[in-house]
């Protein structure tokens, strides 16, 4: 099984968690971790902790952060580094955590950690642009 868990400030992961339902439908192995406004570090430490040991029969886990170099980022890289089943993702969006979610509900027996994060970082920079509207005149 594949863990994700979504981490980032003021409500953001909860929303995304949310947002996924909606699109994805129910994953059980997806959990969101908020630092939010009055909350400590070693608050968010523990509630990263303890979000890993509820998915404790998952054998990977992706933890999918809001932006590199806030607090739920280092905190999830200070916790996780040295562990191999751990891929920490930074800069997450919705499209993103779309594709990782169905992935992981699609692959749990082939899942490629290594693999599936290349894939998904290459998709993710095609999805990404502007709309340029025509000239009026």
């Known amino acids: 099984m594949v863990g994700i868990v979504i981490t980032g400030h003021n409500g953001i992961a909860g ?8 699109l994805a439908g ?3 192995w ?3 971790v908020d630092f939010m406004v009055g909350e400590g570090e ?3 430490k523990q509630k990263l902790m303890k979000a890993k040991e509820e ?3 998952c054998s990977q886990f992706l933890i999918l952060c809001d932006i590199m170099g806030g607090s739920p980022f280092k905190n999830a890289f ?3 580094y040295r562990d191999p089943a751990v891929k920490l993702f930074y800069g997450v969006n919705l499209p993103m955590a779309v594709e990782l979610v169905f992935r992981a509900m699609e692959n749990q027996e082939k899942w490629d950690l290594e693999a599936v994060s290349e894939e998904v970082l ?3 920079k095609k999805q990404q642009g ?8």
Do not use: H, I, N
Not at 130 to 137: A, L
């Open 15 to 22: 929303g995304m968690q949310e947002a996924l339902r909606l």
């Open 26 to 28: 129910e994953y059980p």
């Open 30 to 32: 997806l959990c969101a």
């Open 42 to 44: 070693e608050e968010l």
């Open 55 to 57: 998915m404790r029969e």
């Open 78 to 80: 200070t916790l996780f």
């Open 122 to 124: 290459d998709l993710l």
């Open 130 to 137: 502007s709309v340029v509207w025509p000239k009026r005149e």
